[in-house]
């Protein structure tokens, strides 16, 4: 009896392969094979060279003979020995391929353990994947019904929706970035996951639907988390049988097709209204279904629809295993030490393929950093714990793979002394960008020009605006009417007033001819408290002639337009200002520090519209507040600051009424002196005062600018 031969034992060259006889070939092109195994249901595509090693595995031929046989007929373009090993591993574990030993059940059930035990180790908590079965029948259903979106005149009309929003939208980017502020705070979650839900199960249905309409079946569907937001997923790669690349194409570009159509249709409705729930739920879907695919599912540096465009555009199969292999060459060759070869690539295509390997990494780098602050920033302390264990199985797993397959001597050990040399390097590198390199970009804080000894003008009573006297930066003097109210309800309280006091002295008159005293004596008092009342009334109906309380020069945000409004006891509705202007600053706490080390120093105030101009920083207020100092700097104005409703009307800074708003999170309040003869600095002004930050490095603000931004989109 003859004992097969496990394949572990031999030498990897001596393994003699058998590819799978249900595997189905597919050629796409000359540089292009699909391979499906239709009794799992799972798709693969391999590259020319690939395929002519995977064709000759006949189970009679050792790998070593197989290329042999390839460098002899295809000389420097066929597989080496390393990626040909790496191949046939790859072969047996997608069941494509196997060997003597492997075909016995006993192997095949140490083999799927394996797998099992491989799955679980790469094991990301950042990305965890959920099946939820086949949604075919569900698609068949839903393609009577969607197949027009795909015609041409579908197409026009959804090139003239796109198009004519995405010009809208960019005359408005002010509006969009203010409502920006704030769009992942706490309070919008549950609006942000039903929109996300609802948007993704659309895009990976239009998916499924397209696949229908050229014949492709979908076998899988299911949600992916990442950093806990479900994305919807479809498996589509029964769309690589179709021979012609531009229906693979359609098939990829289905999804973005219908979240882009929806995210026009949102811009517009966002367009047209101004504020309100509607209004916020359009942007959230705009921002969502348009923003969000631009940037992931078309970006085809991520395996999304935008990498398969680009794969089927360039005719590169697994394009990004060939960016792996040229980082891992690069790991190997210069970082490890070990021996390497170049990926067999075609010529024309090769700088082109290391280009995209590079930018490729550089994303990814960049995505799981992002990925790890953002958790840490939105979940708190478990975001924490979760930050760590992420970085853990991204950094550490793979290291300790490494070393498991240098003990189990399956790979050749490396050079320590280069390995220590490149490490030490690094760490070098990053500490001096983290605690030493400058970053030349400075701090920057919203502000207002006001000026330094303000008289606010407040309404005394409320009442509607009916004539405005004095114009912005007109001279007044002191005790000149600026500003007539009128409130004809106080008026009618007064003549109320009046009528009773009449009605009340001739009933005492009455009393007194008639003797009752005691009646009398009671009638007095209530004329008194009549009385006083009438004379607080008529103090009221005074002061709606607003007047100057000194000299100066008038000052009020839009002031012709408040003709006609009402205004309620405690409204700012000018200032009388002196000569002598400052620049007040809404300060980020963390931005407080540096701040305070350049006091005394100047700073350059950047208005939206004009020319800049210096002011020497003075003061530094040492607690932070949510007070709103200036309605103008609020997103309610046009501003950047985001600010919520105030809790309960409660008196501010000892006054019965104040601003209905309060900033999201406390700020810092700093002062700046203009130097006199400054024209470019009017009353009322919004600038940028920004100014060097000697204290940040490169390292410091990259990390501060991520955490910022995400606290912004939180609302913090």
Not at 273 to 301: E, K, W
Not at 492 to 500: F, K, P, R, S, V
Not at 651 to 656: A, I, K, R, T
Request: aromatic share 10%.
């Amino acid at each position: 009896m003859v004992q097969p031969v496990d394949h572990q034992v031999l030498g990897p060259g001596q393994v003699q392969l058998k590819k799978r006889p249900q595997v189905v070939v597919y050629p796409q092109s000359d540089d292009c094979f699909v391979l499906e195994d239709p009794v799992r249901g799972k798709f693969f595509r391999l590259g020319a060279v690939e395929y002519q090693f995977f064709a000759r595995l006949d189970g009679q031929r050792t790998v070593r003979e197989i290329l042999a046989e390839l460098a002899s007929n295809h000389g420097t373009t066929a597989l080496n020995e390393q990626e040909a090993l790496g191949m046939a591993e790859w072969f047996v574990e997608q069941e494509l391929a196997d060997t003597h030993a492997s075909r016995s059940a006993g192997q095949q059930a140490q083999q799927s353990r394996r797998a099992q035990r491989g799955r679980r180790f790469a094991w990301n908590p950042l990305f965890i994947k959920t099946r939820m079965g086949n949604p075919d029948r569900m698609l068949d259903r839903l393609l009577p019904m969607c197949r027009l979106a795909f015609s041409w005149p579908a197409i026009m009309v959804w090139f003239l929706v796109v198009s004519s929003a995405c010009l809208q939208v960019v005359t408005r980017t002010d509006r969009l970035a203010q409502e920006s502020v704030g769009i992942l705070a706490p309070q919008n979650w549950i609006q942000l996951l039903l929109v996300w839900v609802m948007l993704k199960g659309i895009h990976e249905c239009a998916h499924g639907v397209a696949c229908k309409a050229w014949g492709v079946p979908v076998r899988e569907w299911g949600v992916m988390w990442v950093l806990a937001s479900p994305m919807a997923y479809v498996d589509a790669t029964a769309a690589w049988r179709l021979p012609e690349k531009w229906c693979r194409i359609a098939i990829s570009m289905a999804g973005m097709y219908a979240e882009l159509f929806l995210a026009a249709v949102a811009a517009w409705v966002w367009i047209c209204l101004d504020r309100g729930l509607m209004s916020h739920l359009c942007y959230q879907v705009m921002i969502t279904a348009g923003v969000s695919t631009l940037v992931f599912n078309a970006n085809p540096l991520m395996r999304f629809d935008g990498y398969f465009v680009l794969s089927d555009l360039w005719e590169v199969p697994n394009l990004s295993v060939l960016a792996q292999r040229n980082i891992s060459y690069f790991l190997r060759k210069f970082v490890w030490g070990l021996p390497a070869s170049k990926p067999s690539v075609a010529r024309a295509k090769r700088w082109g393929i290391l280009v995209y390997s590079v930018l490729a990494w550089i994303w990814r780098i960049t995505m799981m950093l992002g990925l790890i602050v953002a958790a840490q920033r939105m979940f708190w302390g478990a975001g924490t714990i979760l930050a760590i264990l992420t970085t853990v199985m991204w950094l550490g797993v793979p290291v300790l793979r490494g070393a498991i397959r240098i003990w189990q001597g399956k790979e050749q050990a490396c050079s320590w002394i280069r390995l220590a040399t490149v490490a030490s390097t690094l760490s070098l590198v990053a500490s001096a960008a983290f605690f030493w390199i400058p970053w030349p970009v400075g701090i920057s804080a919203p502000a207002i020009v006001e000026g330094q000894n303000d008289a606010v003008l407040r309404a005394r009573s409320p009442g509607f605006i009916r004539r405005i006297l004095v114009t912005n930066d007109q001279e007044v003097q002191a005790g000149q009417v600026v500003m007539v109210l009128e409130n004809d309800a106080l008026d009618q309280e007064l003549q109320d007033l009046q009528l009773q006091i009449a009605q009340i002295v001739s009933r005492r008159d009455e009393l007194l001819d008639q003797g009752d005293l005691a009646a009398e004596q009671s009638q007095h008092r209530f004329q008194e408290a009549l009385e006083k009342r009438f004379h607080e009334r008529t103090r009221d109906c005074q002061q709606l002639a607003v007047k100057a309380p000194r000299a100066g020069r008038v000052w009020g945000p839009s002031l012709n337009d408040r003709l006609g409004t009402f205004v309620e006891a405690g409204t700012e509705l000018m200032r009388v200002l002196d000569h002598e202007k400052q620049v007040r600053i809404s300060v980020h706490q963390d931005d407080g520090e540096y701040f305070r080390a350049i006091l005394g120093r100047d700073t350059w105030v950047s208005p939206r519209s004009g020319v800049a101009f210096p002011a020497r920083l003075v003061e530094v207020q040492p607690h932070a507040s949510v007070q709103v100092f200036d309605s103008q700097l609020t997103a309610l104005e046009g501003g950047p600051l985001a600010v919520q409703p105030r809790p309960s009307h409660a008196p501010v800074n000892g006054q019965q009424a104040g601003p209905e708003h309060e900033l999201l999170a406390p700020r810092l309040v700093a002062i700046a002196q203009v130097p006199a003869g400054i024209e470019a600095a009017p009353y009322g002004m919004v600038a940028q005062v920004s100014f060097y930050a000697p204290h940040d490095t490169v390292g410091r603000h990259l990390i501060r600018s991520m955490q910022e931004w995400i606290d912004g989109r939180l609302g913090r």
